[in-house]
């Protein structure tokens, strides 16, 4: 079992940047591939980024294409996700999710109830 924390989120002004990091551990991420969500107040859950296990493939949602990066540190057992050019629209709880994958994957997944293992969440407020 893997365990997910959160961080890096916070009160940003639009145009500015955050980082969030996701910290595993109980198990190497390695063999995991990993999604960023982001829920906003009434809306639903929804894939912002993913990343396949090997790293090779990412996907991004059409909103953050561009501004956003995922990328992951296996020797770290960490996941990232760099924001920039941040709007208000931006503004959810940010989750990450883990995956238990073949070492060899190459495969993105984007749906919530593909994952398995869940991070607590990290808010993000971008003020206009």
């Known amino acids: 079992q893997v365990q997910l924390v959160e961080s890096g989120g916070g009160l940003v002004q639009a145009g500015g940047s955050l980082r969030l990091s996701c910290a595993a551990s109980g198990r190497t991420i390695s063999n995991y591939a990993l999604g960023w969500f982001r829920q906003a107040p009434g809306m639903e859950r929804e894939c912002v980024s993913a990343i396949s296990v090997i790293g090779g493939s990412t996907y991004y949602a059409d909103s953050v294409k561009g501004r956003f990066t995922i990328s992951r540190d296996n020797a770290k057992n960490t996941l990232y996700l760099q924001m920039n050019s941040l709007k208000p629209e931006d503004t959810a709880v940010y989750y990450c999710?883990?995956?238990?994958?073949?070492?060899?994957?190459?495969?993105?997944?984007?749906?919530?109830?593909?994952?398995?293992?869940w991070g607590q969440g990290t808010q993000v407020t971008v003020s206009s």
């Open positions: 999710a883990a995956k238990l994958k073949p070492y060899y994957s190459d495969y993105v997944h984007r749906r919530q109830n593909e994952y398995t293992y």
